[in-house]
């Protein structure tokens, strides 16, 4: 679907059908008085009494067929004092399905209402061009078209009573539309069958994006991985006949190519059986989105490269396939990482952590970082903790954690901060290695992100996102179906549009 731009006033506007955002308890006219131009039937159209303006209302109002806008949408936001981004943004993508459920081509959204609601006019724009994109999205690569399948919009216009339309407003448009861009590819990458998307083609998927939007990408095979002594990703992907890899991305646009970059590093698990330690078969077929960080960080990348953000950015994905092949890693086995500490193996199926921690440890001897994020289906226990609605955050930089909650929290991302407990280190101790990569069941999100923080080196500025629980969308909502939700991926492009204070 298009973004557009309808400016000189409502009585200039054109379109199939014209969304009408408004609270609960107050008349739809006074909240848009666009409409006494725009669409002056309405105001004797009985019905619009019975719209009351409930949070998740919809109602359809006629006029005549020929006028050019002959049919208005009312949606409703609840009360005003509630009415915030999210409220807007659920709202949106409900009214957008609605058009297409109803075959409507063009719909058009009026900027002056939108300015009436808290939150600041260009957020709420940026935020209503996300939400109207990331209610079309369905991943049908796969399948064959079905005759009855109801065809998407055309367009959708913003539509702005004045001369010409604002360049904040035309500027905070685009940037929804790159947001929406951004987590509609991590849904692709992630709900791809992992006998589509092993490493390599990822790996290869990568290098094509970077090709297309003007980013660097190198690809550490095997051999490369030996070299930089990868133990731990080697050991996560021998039991494979999928080599594993690391993929390096790099945004550096001119005038920025010395500055410290920020680094994101994405667990790019493409298929995790647990390996030796098999998992249950209940559900496994999950385990394709266990690579969701990783699509995370390459969409953000491809995103700030498309927009060329003024901000240095490199990208890890840690990428392997976590198979119980004749090779596989066992418990009870002792791998080098790319530190140089020796790390035993306990269970197979706790995978993940390994992958990071080589990438860690290399982004580190390659580049000296204003500050390390990664993301990562990290661990069941913060998802039975948080649930499916709020990521896990681990950070012990005040600063840094306060930028990646207020991030999250503008685009409707959502992180609860739990604590990187230093008593608990103690059970990381290993008989006969340097450190054990697991710890017992109690605490395991927090053992997890300490085993990670023992590859940070002092006063290197981390955060350890664990968003397992929220990668997956197990009922469909306005903003998304049944699939992977493409989590994360706004999060790191607004920190990185953001910068990182």
Not at 271 to 291: E, H, R, S, V, W
């Amino acid at each position: 679907m298009d973004i557009r731009f309808q400016n000189l006033g409502p009585e200039h506007w054109k379109a199939q059908v014209m969304l009408a955002p408004a609270c609960q308890g107050e008349d739809i006219l006074h909240q848009c008085p666009e409409l006494d131009k725009a669409a002056p039937w309405l105001a004797v159209a009985p019905a619009r009494r019975d719209f009351q303006g409930k949070n998740g209302e919809l109602a359809l109002f006629h006029g005549h067929p020929d006028l050019p806008v002959p049919r208005v949408l009312a949606v409703g936001l609840g009360p005003r004092e509630k009415a915030d981004a999210a409220v807007l943004r659920k709202a949106v993508a409900a009214a957008v399905q609605r058009c297409r459920e109803q075959g409507f081509a063009s719909i058009l959204l009026p900027e002056p209402a939108l300015a009436r609601l808290p939150g600041g006019p260009e957020r709420l724009v940026e935020e209503s061009v996300c939400a109207a994109l990331l209610a079309l999205y369905r991943f049908t690569m796969l399948k064959k078209a079905e005759a009855d399948e109801p065809v998407d919009p055309q367009w959708l216009a913003l539509g702005f009573d004045g001369q010409s339309v604002p360049d904040g407003a035309h500027a905070a448009a685009r940037r929804g539309e790159r947001a929406a861009g951004a987590i509609c590819l991590a849904r692709d990458l992630a709900n791809m069958p992992a006998n589509l998307l092993p490493p390599e083609a990822l790996a290869r998927r990568a290098a094509e994006l970077a090709k297309e939007c003007g980013f660097t990408c190198t690809i550490l095979e095997s051999d490369a991985l030996a070299e930089q002594g990868m133990g731990a990703l080697l050991a996560v992907g021998q039991g494979s006949a999928r080599p594993p890899c690391l993929v390096v991305l790099e945004h550096a646009p001119q005038g920025h190519e010395q500055e410290k970059p920020l680094i994101f590093v994405g667990k790019g698990l493409t298929f995790d059986t647990g390996g030796i330690c098999l998992k249950p078969a209940a559900n496994m077929q999950q385990m394709k989105c266990d690579m969701s960080g990783a699509a995370a960080v390459l969409a953000a990348i491809a995103a700030l490269a498309r927009e060329d953000a003024p901000r240095r950015v490199v990208g890890l994905l840690a990428c392997a396939e976590n198979m119980p092949g004749g090779r596989a890693m066992r418990p009870g086995d002792v791998v080098r990482a790319a530190s140089g500490d020796s790390v035993e193996i306990v269970n197979t199926d706790a995978e993940g952590r390994l992958a990071l921690c080589d990438a860690l440890a290399y982004a580190q001897k390659q580049w000296t970082p204003a500050a390390v994020v990664d993301i990562a289906t990290l661990t069941g226990a913060c998802a039975v903790a948080l649930g499916t609605e709020v990521a896990g955050l681990f950070c012990d930089d005040a600063a840094l954690a306060e930028r990646i909650v207020a991030a999250g929290g503008a685009c409707g991302e959502n992180y609860w901060q739990l604590p990187l407990w230093k008593p608990y280190a103690e059970s990381l101790k290993s008989e006969v290695a340097d450190i054990c990569h697991m710890g017992p069941r109690e605490g395991g999100a927090i053992n997890a992100a300490l085993f990670l923080q023992h590859f940070l080196q002092k006063g290197v500025r981390w955060a350890h996102l664990d968003i397992a629980g929220v990668d997956w969308n197990a009922k469909k909502t306005p903003l998304c179906p049944v699939g992977a939700s493409g989590f994360g991926a706004r999060t790191l492009l607004e920190l990185a549009r953001g910068g990182v204070q």
